[in-house]
Structure formats: structure tokens, C-alpha cells
């Protein structure tokens, strides 16, 4: 489990070494969604634009020497791999990061930009799977995208930022792919406001943490499709797990065309260029998954903005859209 405690210290710890991320209202969005008072928290402008490198960097500064010595070792589909190569260079740690052939182009670039070691290995289950063959073979230190304690809390900064922003809020809704970002998040929130709400909100084809509440423990999932590569978790952690069952009110699922639209929604609107993963918490406003009452002051994460350019033209609707 991780405290109030530990996130407070990853902000000692991460300091100024990483953005703190505006929180705008939109006021559309708010009243699409009940007439509340709805915010969004831009982790989209992140440095290497996403939440990730809270975690990743909390992580690496908590290391021994002789474990940065040895090296480090990732596996991810892409935003967690840039934050580690980020966090690990920033540092003088040398890393490798273990990606799926699937992994947008962009990602795999922008990791090798931020001085990782990259290697492509087939699904995001076998690049976990090499990862820890790597680690195994040279003695790597494996960095966990979301199952870690420091991890989690340093995704929890975030939650930290929202409260100072936005003291009376009433909800946060958060995008949810392994669910480091709800816990840490959750964690920081319930200790001083143990009132607000905390949504996740995942893919419904890839709803780990969804699946993983129901049944009471870790669910390995059959079969990942999404188009939200950032939120294709096969399944959620065990202290991922622990944390968001006293700290997550609920979890609720969105479909692609969902995510799709919150995207256009964003772009047009927020005047925002997000990825998939990043606009799942808007889409579960715009869909009315959340019930709000009138007046709610409501934060919603925009968790990543690291699109592929080729994918975002396939993504494109040939006519218009309103909302």
C-alpha cells in the first residue's frame, strides 16, 4: 500500500524536474456533462507528453547505486517507455526499454530520442515477457509501468496539483490502463478529502482494473483491442489492486468510437491534440457514463498527447461531427 506520505515525498523527490501541468476549465464539456463545472488537467503537456514521467522519475531517484550501475529495464507500449528513458538519462542510468512490434513508430523514435536501448518483441505480453529475460540475463533493474509503490506515487503528484488547483472538487476522472494513475491519484486525494469521487474510466476492450474490482483479484485478460494503445494493459496489479480498492468509487467502461470522438471533441473545442489513452476520461463525460449532479466541480484527466500522425488520419471521420 502507499500513503498520503509517499506522495508527498515523490514531489520532494521529483522537484522541479518535471512540469506542473495546467488545470483549464470547459465550460461545453461541463455542460454536455449535467451542467457541472468541469476542468481538465493536461498531462498532455507533460514533459514527453504524458503523466509518465512522474512515476518513472520518482522511481529511478529512489534506486541505490548499485542498481543504477546495472541498468534499468521497461516494457511499454510507448509513454511509459519515454518517461523511463527520460528519467534514466536525466540521471546517468543507462537503459532499455522492451516495446511491441505494434508500438506507434512515434513512440519508438521518441524513446530512442530520450537515449534507451529500444527492442521490439512482439505483443505486449512477450515484451514483458524479454523484458525480464533482460533482466534476468544482465541484471537489470526492472521498472514496473504501473504495479510499484514509487511509481504510484508519483503519479500521485498529480492528484496533489488538483487539490491545490481546485480545492472544492468533487470528482476526478481519470484514465485507466494498468491504473497506476487512479491509485496514486486516489491516494492523494481520499487522505484529505476522503469525499471526492474517483472514477477510472478504461477501454472495454481492455478493462483490467474493471474486471480485477469484480472479481476481488488480479484478472489476466483473454484479448486486448483498443485503439488506445497507452491503456492496452493485459491486466491490472496486485498493489494496483490493493490501493484501488480503497481509494476508486468506480469504474466505468468506453468504447473506441467513444475515445474517437472525445478526441475531435478536444481538438475542436479545448483546442487540444490528445492520443486515444489521453481523451478515454473526456469520453466518459461526453457519453453521459458519469452521473454528476448539477453544479459538480469536476476534474478530468488528460492523460497523454503522444499521437501517431498516421494513425490520427485513420482515426479521422469522413464527414462532420457535433456534440
Known amino acids: ?134 533482466r534476468a540475463e544482465h541484471g537489470y533493474t526492472f521498472i514496473h509501468p504501473y504495479d510499484d509503490p514509487h511509481v504510484m506515487a508519483g503519479q500521485g503528484t498529480c492528484g496533489l496539483e488538483i487539490l491545490e488547483d481546485l480545492p472544492d472538487v468533487d470528482a476526478i476522472v481519470v484514465c485507466c490502463g494498468g491504473g ?51 491503456l492496452a494493459t493485459p491486466n491490472t496489479g496486485q498493489i494496483v489492486l490493493d490501493v484501488a480498492q480503497r481509494v476508486v468509487d468506480d469504474v466505468v467502461l468506453v468504447s473506441d468510437d467513444e475515445i474517437v470522438r472525445a478526441m475531435l471533441f478536444l481538438l475542436e473545442r479545448a483546442k487540444v491534440m490528445t492520443e486515444p489513452a489521453g481523451a478515454a476520461a473526456v469520453a466518459a463525460l461526453l457519453a453521459g457514463r458519469i452521473s454528476l449532479p448539477a453544479g459538480a466541480r469536476v476534474a478530468v484527466t488528460v492523460s497523454g498527447g503522444n499521437i501517431d500522425l498516421a494513425k490520427l488520419r485513420t482515426l479521422l471521420p469522413e464527414g462532420p461531427i457535433s456534440f
Open 180 to 230: 497506476g494513475l487512479v491509485a496514486g491519484i486516489g491516494t492523494a486525494v481520499k487522505a484529505i478529502r476522503p469525499e471526492v469521487r474517483i472514477i477510472a474510466v478504461e477501454p472495454e476492450g481492455a478493462a483490467g482494473l474493471h474486471a480485477a474490482m469484480r472479481a476481488g483479484s488480479v484478472v489476466q485478460l483473454d484479448r486486448i483491442r483498443t485503439i488506445a494503445d497507452g
Open 1 to 134: 500500500m502507499i500513503t498520503h506520505k509517499d506522495v508527498l515525498d515523490a514531489r520532494r523527490q521529483i522537484g522541479d524536474r518535471i512540469h506542473r501541468t495546467p488545470l483549464v476549465s470547459s465550460r461545453t464539456l461541463g455542460e454536455i456533462a449535467g451542467d457541472t463545472r468541469t476542468f481538465l488537467k493536461l498531462e498532455s503537456f507533460q514533459r514527453t507528453g504524458s503523466f509518465k514521467p512522474r512515476g518513472a522519475l520518482n522511481k529511478v531517484l529512489h534506486l541505490s547505486e548499485k542498481q543504477r550501475s546495472s541498468g534499468l529495464v521497461a516494457a511499454s507500449a510507448g509513454n511509459h517507455a519515454q518517461a523511463v528513458a527520460f528519467a534514466a538519462t536525466s540521471q546517468g542510468v543507462p537503459c532499455t526499454v522492451v516495446m511491441p512490434e505494434t508500438a506507434p513508430q512515434s513512440k519508438v523514435d521518441a524513446s530512442r530520442r530520450y537515449g534507451a536501448n529500444v527492442v521490439l518483441a512482439g505483443s505486449f505480453v512477450e515484451a514483458f515477457r524479454k523484458a525480464d529475460e533482460l
